[in-house]
């Protein structure tokens, strides 16, 4: 992985889970990662739910306040500009949608500046998430979120799934369309995420734990 | 599918062509799908200037006869409670949308399922009574949104579906019906121009002449006597020989079930009653599922509404227990579980 790592989707494609699996990896391996909960669209489901998953492996998480406070005004509250140049890996999971993704387009000049070599944004799809079925319809959606956060995409992460109801067999069924996006996009196939429990055998497969869930499934 | 979406999906193919709304934390995505995919789909989205000024234009769209939805959470359902209460008046269909979040006032912007005295009690001022459902899950919130815009059009009567920002805003996979292609006649009653050739309708709900008021009512009720007798609805789950029956609906009955499901496996008889129609209350159905229990835990995101309906329907003839969580606090199915656990030993 670079150094930075931004992650973009539809809403509901996987980012957050995603972010949470690759910062993980990299703590459990004993590098210095900062996640930064860039969701302020959406107060649900986002990676400041982690936060103690995060303390426990040593993960610092930067978000803002939004979800604790009774106020529908979305606000960064912390200094993404400067974390991008201090020490270790920076994960961003990025809000929903090209609605999501706006903020992002106040940092694109100071990511500008950035080395091209140690930044990725990566475009999260579900093949089974409705509006994004079609590879059309995918990739309208990586345009609109690459014009608001006036940033350009450099992979594709497919992230196919069905919830609780994932088999190997709806992972492999989804691994051309991820090609697909890819071959249409002009972007490489970052890799395809799967269940850890479930044996499917990819040659760039990502496994992942299902750490986004509500409630009652344990 | 995104719950909030798929509501709208659902909405869509359900034959609805006009949606007004404003948007409001945790049910803005409903609002935005309607905007990207309505006009596609030969309808109209409109943002109105508030949650006022929406339901308003769902009762003018409503009074042509067009199927009309609006949505909103906690707070801005306040706000629509007068224009639900002249649709109420003027025996207008429409789907109204809450998606739940905790309150009072502004509150916070997790989910809560403290709105159910308002939906199923005191939707508005007068005598009248509007039909809500209560999903839990993704795929139950587009089969109801249909079934929902069904029963508005039959009863003529507002209908609404009571979510929470955890339904609304989880992902799970779903399954959609074909589209509605062919949509109730509204002809006898509808404001859609007459073209000269008949008597214009006229919708309205005022009424200076008390005795026609009161006729007008009665007539009302006499639907909603139907309706109690024949549109509620029930999940019961391991009720057949459950000695402790757990109350709840929506999202909190998720949790109820997981920990009923635990329950068991400790060997203790437990059972889940989901009501999925919240007025009318499945009383028939609550009386069946605790055939041979002893005791019934009320679970709600709530400090305890349904748990009043509950005593009511059983006519306290159970010791009813409650357990909530409210202020947008989900509770857990070990929080839920260590509550049956209590009522069993308790029992022993």
Redesign the interface.
């Known amino acids: 992985m670079k150094k930075i790592t931004i992650i973009t989707g539809h809403?509901?494609s996987g980012k957050t889970n995603l972010s949470v699996n690759l910062a993980l990896k990299l703590a459990d391996a004993g590098e210095k990662v900062t996640v930064v909960d860039f969701d302020i669209v959406?107060?649900?489901?986002r990676t400041a739910d982690f936060r103690s998953l995060f303390e426990a492996h040593g993960i610092t998480l930067a978000a803002s306040m939004y979800?604790n406070t009774?106020?529908?005004i979305p606000a960064i509250s912390f200094d993404m500009e400067r974390m991008a140049y201090e020490e270790g890996y920076l994960i961003v999971d990025v809000g929903g949608?090209d609605?999501g993704a706006i903020g992002l387009g106040r940092y694109a000049p100071a990511f500008a500046d950035y080395m091209p070599d140690q930044l990725d944004m990566w475009y999260v799809v579900n093949r089974?998430?409705?509006?994004t079925e079609a590879p059309e319809e995918a990739l309208t959606l990586m345009g609109e979120i690459e014009t608001v956060s006036r940033m350009r995409h450099t992979g594709i992460v497919n992230n196919s799934n069905?919830?609780s109801?994932t088999t190997a067999q709806t992972i492999l069924d989804a691994v051309p369309y991820g090609e697909t996006v890819s071959r249409q996009a002009h972007l490489p196939l970052v890799g395809t995420t799967y269940r850890k429990d479930l044996s499917v055998d990819l040659k760039d497969g990502i496994p992942v734990e299902v750490y986004v869930k509500?409630?009652?499934e344990? | 599918?995104?719950g909030n979406?798929?509501l709208a999906?659902a909405a869509i193919r359900a034959g609805c062509k006009c949606f007004f709304g404003y948007p409001?934390?945790?049910q803005t995505?409903l609002s935005?799908y309607m905007a990207k995919r309505m006009e596609k789909s030969g309808g109209v989205f409109l943002q109105a200037e508030s949650e006022i000024a929406a339901i308003n234009m769902v009762l003018g769209a409503a009074s042509t006869g067009v199927r009309a939805m609006t949505s909103s959470s906690s707070p801005g359902v306040s706000l629509k409670a007068e224009g639900i209460s002249y649709m109420a008046g003027s025996d207008l269909p429409a789907v109204i949308i809450n998606v739940q979040r905790g309150g009072p006032g502004?509150?916070?912007?997790?989910p809560a399922q403290s709105d159910y005295y308002q939906a199923t009690h005191a939707m508005g001022h007068g005598d009248f009574h509007i039909l809500v459902y209560a999903p839990c899950s993704v795929q139950e919130m587009v089969d109801v949104v249909m079934l929902a815009f069904d029963k508005a059009d039959q009863y003529r009567i507002p209908v609404m579906i009571l979510a929470d920002?955890?339904l609304g805003?989880?992902?799970?996979?779903?399954t959609f019906p074909e589209p509605r292609t062919e949509l109730p006649d509204k002809s006898d009653w509808a404001a859609c121009g007459h073209g000269g050739k008949r008597e214009h309708h006229v919708i309205n709900s005022l009424y200076l002449d008390a005795p026609l008021l009161e006729a007008k009512v009665q007539e009302r009720f006499k639907r909603y006597a139907v309706i109690e007798e024949t549109e509620t609805d029930a999940e019961l789950y391991c009720c057949g020989d459950a000695e402790i029956v757990v109350t709840a609906y929506g999202?909190s009955a998720?949790?109820a079930?997981?920990a009923v499901t635990a329950a068991r496996r400790k060997g203790i008889q437990a059972g889940l009653f989901r009501p999925k129609t919240l007025w009318p209350f499945p009383k028939k159905e609550l009386c069946e599922a605790t055939k041979h229990a002893k005791q019934i835990l009320d679970v709600e995101m709530s400090m305890g509404q349904m748990v009043d309906d509950v005593r009511l329907a059983t006519e306290c003839r159970l010791p009813v227990a409650f357990f909530g969580r409210t202020g947008g606090v989900?509770p857990?199915?070990e929080e839920v579980l260590a509550e049956i656990e209590k009522l069993a030993g308790g029992a022993e």
Request: proline residues 9%; without cysteine.
């Open positions: 809403y509901g959406n107060p649900y489901f979800a009774s106020l529908d949608d609605a089974y998430r409705y509006l069905l919830g109801e509500p409630v009652w344990s | 599918m995104k979406e798929a999906e409001i934390t945790p995505e935005a502004l509150g916070s912007i997790q920002g955890l805003q989880m992902m799970e996979p779903v999202a998720r949790v079930k997981s989900i857990t199915p």
